[in-house]
């Protein structure tokens, strides 16, 4: 008996190392997938190779830890569960904080899925069509019947690109649930023509999420990508993650070792580390790039899933006006680490609304001076 209970807890150990190490579980013959990039780049300065890590687990049968899981998870709840109309299944007699966590690996994963894009209803349908997500107010979402491991602000920068939120919205709620995080989505709209500032919106949807709620992490997300893969979870990072890794419109590889651009993942300790984006960027590009020379100043480095799991399709869309002073902020962007981001963020709150599907924060931005 001794050694069957040291054998469970044993493959229940591997189990979570596995998902902190983000072990690929499409195919045992595939080549190393685990691959952490340091802010210098991903290549061996003696041999020019490209280094990667392999973790352990990937000899082990995932279908038989998610047997254990299942297996500890139904023996420990079996006899306290029943339904509920409205949410599925839940605990009785028990708040949220008293519900089991939910399992490591979610049980209900499909791995590769079409996005859909054609045939999409109207705003005001999927408002209406919402009760069948389960949402709560502001795209708020607990999992039903567990306790969500990870509380996640989905934080998307974004103007005059309706189609593309209609696609999002319609795409990432399901996608999200599958995973049976907790999360709120946050579209931080800036108001005016003036240069669109990514980075300083995403400042502000930080700041205005966590007053909301108690979230552990933030995911920066581009509203013109649409994951591909529901394997890529949107879970809080060890280290700070870069999401889209491959994406269709750049033949499914990655641009260059230190992008963090398009969707990428911090914890609210990362973020506040490295006082969160700069302010200065107005126009398109180099705020992502500066946001990895802050993480390689705070010595973090950039974790990625594997490329065949982290895909997302891009919307087709006309680039914004590129920055003309790009290059100059990044390169005084070390010296300004400490006084420009997070920490001298000012705004005007135009606007702030909880809809069905999503939180919607109408902002002015201002010119800062540092």
Known sequence: MRALVLTVTCLVC?????LLQSIDISSPHAPPIYRQ???RGCSDPSTG????????????????LRMVTAFASLSKNSSNIST???SGV?????GVDELPQCPMIPPGLHGRFPVILDSLPSMLEMEEGETELGLELGGVWHPPGCKARHRVAIIVPYRDREPHLRAFLHNIHRFLQRQQIMYGIYIVEQVGSTPFNRAMLMNVGAAEALKQHDYQCFIFHDVDLLPEDDRNLYTCPIQPRHMSVSIDSFLYRLPYDDIFGGVSALTVDQFQSVNGFSNMFWGWGGEDDDMANRLRVKKLFISRYPANIA?????????????PERFKFLYSGAKRMTKDGYNNLKYHKENFVLKRLYTWILVDLPRLKV
């Open 14 to 18: 591997l189990e979570y190392f596995s």
């Open 37 to 39: 990039c340091e802010s």
């Open 49 to 64: 190779r490209s280094t990667y890590r392999r973790h352990v687990l990937q000899a082990l049968d995932i279908d038989k």
């Open 84 to 86: 509920n109309n409205s």
């Open 90 to 94: 839940k605990i009785e007699g028990k």
């Open 311 to 323: 895909r997302y399709k891009m919307l087709k869309h006309t680039k914004d006006k590129a920055n």
